[in-house]
């Protein structure tokens, strides 16, 4: 079966720097394009970047562009996200997703574009 686990979340002191790891099986990766989401407490969940399936193609959230990287690695079956200058804000759970195609789309940030999730780690910045 389809499964994405998240690694790679802990407590940062902002301006630090993170990688989070989405590792997935069950699925030919190659395939598909991948994304991130994040959800602070009492918010809704929300896009912060895609990639397809052959890398050549990103999206970024406006509140992440210039800070986070996505990249992927289809032998290791593992998509990557780089995020450096974190700020308190950037506080939250942290989920990878699979689209149902290969590119990411208008609707890159949109929840219901996505048909399976993993189970989210925690990012927390503060000092």
């Known amino acids: 079966q389809v499964q994405l686990v998240e690694s790679g979340g802990g407590l940062v002191q902002p301006g630090g720097s993170l990688r989070l790891s989405c590792a997935a099986s069950?699925?030919?990766?190659?395939?598909?394009?991948i994304g991130w989401f994040r959800q602070a407490p009492g918010k809704e969940r929300e896009g912060v970047s895609c990639?397809?399936?052959?890398?050549?193609?990103?999206y970024y959230a406006d509140s992440v562009k210039g800070r986070f990287t996505i990249s992927r690695d289809n032998a290791k079956n593992t998509v990557y996200l780089q995020m450096n200058s974190l700020k308190p804000e950037d506080t939250a759970v942290y989920y990878c997703?699979?689209?149902?195609?290969?590119?990411?789309?208008?609707?890159?940030?949109?929840?219901?574009?996505?048909?399976?999730w993993g189970q989210g780690t925690q990012v927390t910045v503060s000092s």
């Open positions: 997703a699979k689209r149902s195609i290969n590119w990411c789309g208008s609707r890159a940030e949109a929840v219901g574009a996505y048909d399976y």
């Open positions: 069950g699925f030919t990766l190659d395939y598909y394009a």
């Open positions: 990639i397809s399936n052959s890398g050549g193609s990103t």
